[in-house]
């Protein structure tokens, strides 16, 4: 799987708030965990722990502005997940 993979997702979380929410509620929907190498690591590291815990794999981008663009914001994204339906 690649960064390509989020922009083609038809369910997907955008940010740290919402990402660690889908991992504590429905880990057994999350696919695949994006996170920015650029990220500040306190904000990140909580999400890669529970993510590694959980056994689901974890895709490092390089910077929160490509991981945005992959899911379609303007802005920059720390973390993000593909949900399956």
């Known amino acids: 799987m690649s960064i390509d993979d989020i922009r083609q997702a038809r369910k997907k979380t955008i940010g ?5 929410k889908v991992l ?3 880990t057994e929907r999350v696919v695949r965990v994006y996170v920015a190498r650029d990220a500040e690591s306190r ?3 909580p999400i890669v722990q529970l993510a590694n815990k959980l056994g689901l794999p ?3 981008v390089d ?3 490509q991981l945005g663009k992959a899911c ?3 802005v920059g994204a720390a973390t993000a997940s ?3 339906d």
């Open 16 to 20: 740290t708030n919402q990402t660690l």
């Open 24 to 26: 504590k509620q429905s």
């Open 43 to 45: 904000v990140v590291e």
């Open 58 to 60: 974890v895709e490092w």
């Open 63 to 65: 910077s929160m502005r």
């Open 72 to 74: 379609g914001i303007e």
């Open 82 to 84: 593909i949900v399956a």
